[in-house]
């Protein structure tokens, strides 16, 4: 069979999956499991956000510690995901920590490095400004610095987002629930309907959560400083 019609084939069976009314029901059902997914991946960022932008804002503001925040996030970055889940099960059971800790070692960097870049480059007439108005530095920061470097700082957090969405499925690898529960049960069971049809709900949940990032922007970023280059 040629590898084009082996494509159709699996996107008719992921087809048929996602709309057979019994997998919208119970608990094990898409609705359920995407829950799960949406619930585990907000745990990681809400970690991964109480770590990183507490120590982006302080390390931007001061101008101090960018060579520690680049060596922190590169780090992270480096972890073996899947391997480092692997190897926490080993060590610490099959518990919710030992997927929770790789997913926030992934979440942290563009949170950090985002928050550091986007405060430290925020136009020193700026803040010079707001220092000669009598504003305190914590004052100069939240009412400054931090609408200044709001449309990066929220890029940042929108890839951190992403990046939890997209590696949620590892949960699966060690008993718990989420959209990878379809994928790991569909390869065990050679359903590749399930497998497809699990794969295309994680591609969903990564444009909702783009969707609503894009919407969160529009709400909180003035129109002028949207038009401004975002880099991550």
């Avoid at 898409?30 to 997914?37: D, S």
């Avoid at 099960?89 to 960097?109: D, H, N, Q, S, W």
């Amino acid at each position: 069979m040629e590898q084009a019609e082996v494509g159709v084939n699996v996107l008719s069976q992921a087809w048929g999956w996602l709309t057979t009314s019994a997998n919208w029901s119970g608990s094990d059902g898409i609705p359920t499991r995407l829950l799960q997914h949406f619930e585990y991946s907000a745990e990681a960022v809400l970690i991964a956000a109480l770590i990183a932008f507490p120590l982006g804002l302080l390390t931007g503001h001061s101008k101090r510690g960018g060579p520690l925040v680049s060596s922190l996030a590169n780090l992270a970055r480096a972890l073996p995901t899947l391997g480092l889940v692997v190897l926490l099960v080993v060590v610490m059971g099959v518990k919710f920590r030992a997927v929770m800790i790789p997913l926030v070692a992934l979440t942290v960097p563009p949170i950090l490095l985002n928050t550091y870049e986007g405060i430290r480059n925020v136009d020193p007439q700026l803040t010079d400004a707001a220092k000669g108005m009598g504003l305190r530095p914590w004052q100069v920061l939240w009412r400054a610095e931090v609408p200044a470097a709001l449309p990066l700082i929220l890029t940042g957090f929108q890839f951190a987002a992403v990046n939890a969405i997209a590696n949620t499925a590892i949960a699966a690898y060690s008993s718990f629930g989420g959209l990878g529960r379809f994928v790991i049960d569909g390869l065990a069971t050679t359903d590749y309907g399930m497998v497809a049809g699990g794969a295309i709900l994680i591609v969903i949940a990564a444009i909702l959560n783009l969707l609503f990032f894009a919407l969160l922007r529009r709400l909180l970023v003035s129109p002028g400083l949207r038009q401004k280059k975002q880099t991550a």
